[in-house]
């Protein structure tokens, strides 16, 4: 018996398979990673798709980080703004009550009080979140409120 030479079906046939091979191939490294491409041109038509849908899904990240930014922000800034109500009512509590016999400071306790609270009001104004400092307007990078080294120009404006 002979051999004779492999047909055009036979080699039309072995071809489909190594075309159904490679299909093969091609859809289980998608499921295993989840691409359906390496490349864009891979995609086929919907390259473009592709390419809009990255740049929106970028837009959609960039807007989720300056969400959660914003909202630390006015977490750290309600938190300021509570303290410094808190503090008003302290000072208007120790203001009523206060007497009037001086400390060896040269205060009365309600001036110390006032003092140290001023003290801390301004640190509370000097708040910041990230590299930001929350109440000093338009100027983000400097701070809202200077403290005062001394208060003997106000003392001294008083007596005049």
Same mark, same amino acid.
Not at 8 to 28: G, Y
Not at 41 to 54: E, I, S, Y
């Given at each position: 018996?002979?051999?004779?030479?492999?047909? /055009?079906?036979? +080699? /039309?046939?072995?071809?489909?398979?190594?075309?159904?091979?490679?299909?093969?191939?091609?859809?289980?490294? !998608?499921?295993?990673?989840?691409?359906? +491409?390496? @490349?864009?041109?891979?995609?086929?038509?919907?390259?473009?798709?592709?390419?809009?849908?990255?740049?929106?899904?970028?837009?959609?990240?960039?807007?989720?980080?300056?969400?959660?930014?914003? @909202?630390?922000?006015?977490?750290?800034?309600?938190?300021?703004?509570?303290?410094? /109500?808190? /503090?008003?009512?302290?000072?208007?509590?120790?203001?009523?009550?206060? &007497?009037?016999?001086?400390? +060896?400071?040269? !205060?009365?306790?309600? !001036?110390?009080?006032?003092?140290?609270?001023?003290?801390?009001?301004? &640190?509370?104004?000097?708040? !910041?979140?990230?590299?930001?400092?929350?109440? +000093?307007?338009?100027?983000?990078?400097? %701070?809202?409120?200077?403290? %005062?080294?001394?208060?003997?120009?106000?003392?001294?404006?008083?007596?005049?």
């Amino acid at each position: 018996m002979t051999v004779s030479g492999v047909g /055009i079906k036979t +080699s /039309i046939l072995a071809s489909r398979i190594l075309d159904l091979q490679s299909q093969f191939d091609s859809l289980q490294t !998608q499921l295993a990673t989840g691409k359906k +491409s390496n @490349t864009y041109a891979g995609m086929g038509t919907n390259r473009g798709f592709a390419v809009a849908l990255r740049a929106q899904v970028s837009s959609i990240d960039a807007f989720s980080d300056t969400m959660t930014n914003v @909202t630390t922000r006015i977490n750290v800034a309600n938190a300021a703004l509570t303290r410094i /109500i808190a /503090i008003g009512t302290t000072v208007q509590g120790a203001a009523v009550t206060s &007497s009037t016999q001086i400390t +060896s400071n040269g !205060q009365t306790i309600a !001036q110390g009080t006032a003092r140290s609270s001023l003290d801390e009001m301004l &640190s509370l104004l000097n708040s !910041q979140s990230g590299d930001r400092y929350l109440f +000093s307007g338009r100027a983000t990078d400097t %701070p809202g409120r200077r403290r %005062p080294t001394t208060f003997s120009t106000v003392s001294a404006r008083r007596r005049a």
